[in-house]
Each structure stands twice: as C-alpha cells, then as structure tokens.
C-alpha cells in the first residue's frame, strides 16, 4: 500500500511539474541535489522597471508600468499573458503591508483582474526569450477614491492561472481635505570598517586599500557622501580615518614594509570635500564595544575612545566633530553600558526599536524620540524604524529592485502620514547597520525620493528631540543572545592586561601623561568589529602586546644576570642597584627592594627611597644599606615603581654575597681571644715572681758578705 502511494505521489509530481515550476513559493522549498530543485531555474521571471509617476495625485493620472518577461521554464510557452492584479481597497495600516508583501501565497493576490486596465498577450516565448511589456491605467479605472497605499501586482498567467507574480505598492495622494502632516525624517548614515592594525604603523590585513576604490564599500559610501542631501547625517568612525591616514603613509603589514598608497589620500580628500557641509557625528575611536566594556571592568576605555574619537576626526576632518551622540554596536545597550557613556557625557543614543520598543504595544507609529535615566540624568533615546531602515537595506535573500524598494518607502511613508489620530508632525528615524554594504543606486534614489516626498521633512539627526508627550516604551531589552554577541571575558583578559601595561610606559615620564602611545592599540583591540572575528582579534592582541613589552624592557635594571653578583664586604654595608635608561625620554620612578631571606640578608631603613630621575640614554640608581648575619649568598627582589605606587614589570633577583662572620666564628675568635688573654696573664704573672725571687736571692747574698 505505501509503494501504490509513494508511486501514486510521484506521477502526480510529474503531472503538475510545469505548474509547481511556475510559482516560486512551491519551488523554494525543493531540496537541493534532487530533479524537483531544478523548478527553481526553471520557472518565468518577471521583473518591474518603473512606475510613474511615482505617487498618482489625480483620478485622471496615467499611471504606467513597465518591465520584462523571461522564459525559464526550459521549453516555449504559448498562451501567456501579463496582468494588473489590484485592489480597490486601501491598506489599513502598516502591518497589513507587511504580511502582504511577504506572503508567497498566489491566492491572496489582489483579485481584481479587469479588463479595463490594460493587458498585454504574448501568444508564444521561446525558452530563454524575453519580452518587455507595458500597462497603462489611472486611478479610477482601478477604483482608488482617497488618499493611502493600495495594494497591485503584476502577474504572468496561462489559461488565468498565475504562473509567476510580484507585488509592491501603489500610493494614490489627491488633495486631501484636512493637510498632511509633513513628518520629520532624519536619516543616520554610518561610515564605519573593521579594524585593520595592531600598533599604530602596522597593518593585520591588506583589504583596506581594495575598500577605497572602484566599487569598494568605502569608495562608494564616499560617492554617496557626495550627491546626499545635506540633511542626512553620517556617523563616522575615527580609527577607520586614522587607518586610511595612515596606509596613505609608508607602513609595515604584518610586520613586513610597504610604500604608501596614493589612494587613501584621494579618499580622505573626498571625503572631507563631500562632508564639508553635512552633519557629522563621530562614534568612539575604533568603536570599542562599550557593552563588554562595561561588564569586563573596562570602564576607563569608553572615556579614553571618546576622547580620542574627538580628537583625531576633528584634526582628520578639519572641522569639530561632536561625540555625545552614540551608536552603539548592534544598536542595542543595557543600563550598564548606558550609565557608562553618560559619565562619559554622551547624552543622545541611537538604537533599534527591539532594544526599546513601545509599552504597551501601540497599532501606530511612535515618534521616535524618548527618554531614558542614567546616572547622570535623562538621555535621548533615538529609535530607527525597522521598516523604513530596511527599504535602504534590503534582505538578500528576497527578491527586491531599487524601484520595489521606492515603491515600498513612498508606501511606508505615506501610510505613516495617514495614520488616523495624529495631529502633529511625528519624528522618524532612519538607520542601516552599522557596517552595511550599500547599493549606491537604491541609496541615491531612496534620498532623492524622500527629499521630495510632500509628507515628509527631511532633518538632521540632531534635531530629533522628545515630544512633550511621548509614546510610552520599556525600560530597555537587552536579550541573553545580545549579551552572547559581545566580546566576551576571555577575548578581554589579555586586552585588559596589555592595557594596564600600557599605562604604565606613560606613568613613569619624568611628567605623566594622560595617555599612552599604545591607547590607540589598545582600543582598537577592543573594537566591536571583532565580535565575528575573535581570532584575528587575538593575534593582533598579540602583537600589540610583544610591542608594549619591547616599550618596557627599554627601561632595565642592570647586573641582573644570575652570574652576577654582588657584594657585600663584612657583615654590613652599601650595595648599589642600577637603572639603565633608553626609552627616549627622562624618566621618574622608585626602586623598592626586599629581601628574599630576612633571617639570613636584611635591608636597613630606607632613607634611600627617593624617586630617582633618569635621562634618556643614562643610568640611575641607590645605595642600599644591608647587614647579613651570616656568610655566603642571599637574593634580593628589586622592583620598580611608579610615582604612584604600581609595578613596573616584573621584579628582579639580585644576588648578595656576603663576607661576614658565623655566629661559630665569633665563638671560636673568642675562645682565642680568651687564651690569648690567659697565656698574657701567665706570662705577667711569670715574670712578676721571677722578679721577686731575684730579689730574694739578692738580699741573702748580702748577708752572708
């Protein structure tokens, strides 16, 4: 019985293979590798090249459509013929217009087919021709009677049954009785790359200068730059600015030299040239991820990047570039990530409307602009509308066109004009992701369609303020699996590491400086383009790393060899311990010195601790006084110090040799002393009663004369 219904299946498969192969939705879901799958190559193809006008405003406007058919199914079709399929019903809101454009059922096309809108038949297409076709109609022939979006598609049919279809949109504006509201749109641009070096001249990866040319990311974001209207507002990221001034320079990739690349000057030249007038906004430098930052005990680095962020697009620039507006990595933060830039003084946040969405849900709009709180007090919260971003960013996986794209951001725009209750101009934002790869003619269009569009007001960023009434949103959602996106605690250790290394080649200056000259290095190490490339990541931590370690040893103690020792005559005295100097500048730093054996090898009061000042290319050092109780060799521990109090590498083992006496030693130089003094005695003690008998035996002689 399951064979005659496994054979049964597969007859009627092969029956309707021609009708299947027709309609995407069926052939999508074949499986690859089987005959079924080849219906997705073999199917008819329809494709749209214009619309006008783009928004019809009276009912005697002729509305044209144009495009081609192609014939994929393999084999000549006969019989075919292309249609308006419409509705004279409007969308009633937003959503209606998503799951229209997004539902791949050939039943739920629009069901008007009339035949007073224009048709055109093409009786026979051989396999592989095309043919163009054109449909003239005007807004009453398809029954549009007010203003809002209305739902058309243009469909290939065989015998009326569709074969293939499309949808988009169709915007009827006519004079309306009470006047639109002309909604403010700003629009957020990001300029925004990779990290490419480790230390300041040295490259990881040679993609940067293919970036700046020709059909490049980079070279097309900066023709885009070019022709945009001067309301659009661009985020960019200084480390991308500092990279591309510094390929244009000689530099080292991956430690090998390399000439400058005349390109990267021609870039940043356009770039500025084509920003001159624009509103600019500058992320942090290297656009650290201020989440992980946050939750790893990094806090200083936010500071630091925006610091630097300022200072090097200001100077690359040549214009100010403010900083108190961020955008942050995926465009979703906690509070913690949000009390951290408001220390910093950043008191405008762009984000995604998943991270601060609307409570309760609301059927409309909401205007873009809310407040949160922070330690600091409120931030503007700026959120992009999913919708609209996407007309600029288009899922690549979905059939699209620059003229669907248009239609649906002329049809989104519109419908938010026409949202029932609104009485005044509502803010809206637009935002792709942060390192998009734009299509240069669907941006271009897009801006120029939305700069004249009698609905909206096209406005910088900055000029997006919170209403006196605003939609009440959620505190804000940050989800588990935007927490597993950041750069995690392991990837951050050894970077915290090299940071505190780092800081201490500017603390122990003659006069401490602010930063390092490894803060750049550092920050780019944490940059968030490195959530989706962790090892290369490392690597560069890495290399970073081995240089600031190279920074540290110029500064040394010297005679540290464990051959070479150092004496210490009789049971006390003075040892000198030595710094040699060749960081290139003066320093200023202690020398701390301990005993490693206290019983054997003391170290006297430290009158000698003082803060020693050594120049560059010199040696500098103390006389340590020591008392041993015993004879032979002991070890010390020198470590040195900043101003401050912290180690500066790693301590160092001098060993004392020492010539003093045992505690056996004095015992037998006293037992000698002892009988020395005894025999002394003796021998006094002699020659006293020697003298006496002499006088004795002198006096008898003299009495017997």
Known sequence: MIRKATLLAVLSAALLA??????????????????????????????ITSITPDVPTSQTTQIKITGTVRNDMGEAMTNLRVQLRYSAQKFPDRATMSAYQSDPNTATLPPIVSQRVSFMDIPALDA???????????PVQLGLTSFGVYPVAVDVARFNVPLTSLRTYLTYAPPTPQKLPHNRLAIALPIIDQAHRAEDDNFVDD??????????RLAQLAGIASTAPKSVTWFLEPALLDDVQALSKPHRLKGKNQAADPNATKWLDSLRTALADS????????????????????????RTAIEMGRQ?????????????????????????ALDLLSVAKVDRVLLNSTNLPPQPPVTFTPDAAGT?????????????????????EPDSTAPSSVLLNKQHFIAETAMIAAEPGQTKPRSLVIAPSRRWDPN???????????????????????SIKPSKTPTPRAALTYTDQDRKEELSAKYLGPIKDVAAKAQLTSLIAEVPKPHS???????????????????????????VNEAVQTEMNKISITGADPDQLRQLAGSNGQVPISVKNTSGETIALYIDVKSNNPALLQIDSTPWKKLLTIPNDNNGGVQVPMSATTSGDATVSVQLMTRNGLKYGKPVKLTIRTTGYTGIALVIVGAALAVMLAAVVTRLLRRRSQRRLARAAKSRESETV
Do not use: C
Not at 23 to 40: Q, R
């Open 312 to 336: 090097v697009a200001t100077e690359l620039l040549k214009r100010d570039v403010p900083l108190t507006t961020n955008w942050p990595a995926g465009g979703v933060l906690d509070p913690d």
């Open 128 to 138: 592989g021709a095309s043919k163009a076709f054109e449909i003239l109609a005007t």
């Open 18 to 47: 021609p009708t299947v192969a027709t309609t995407p939705s069926t052939a999508a879901v074949k499986t690859p590798g089987t005959t079924a799958a080849k219906a997705i190559r073999q199917s008819m193809a329809i494709s």
């Open 517 to 543: 000259d490894f803060d750049a290095a550092v920050l780019r190490l944490a940059s968030a383009s490195w959530r989706n490339n962790t090892r290369a990541g490392r690597a560069a931590t890495k290399l």
């Open 372 to 392: 949160l709180d922070s330690v600091q007090g409120p931030v503007t919260a700026l959120v992009a509308d999913p919708e609209l971003t996407r007309t600029f």
């Open 279 to 302: 509103p600019v906004v500058a992320t942090p430098y290297a656009d650290p991820d201020v989440a992980a930052l946050a939750h790893q005990g990094l806090d200083g680095q936010t």
């Open 440 to 462: 240069p003619t669907l941006v271009n269009t897009l801006l120029k369609t939305a700069n004249r569009l009698p609905w909206l007001t096209l406005t910088p960023l900055s």
């Open 207 to 216: 993609k940067l200068g293919a970036l700046l040319t020709g059909k490049g």
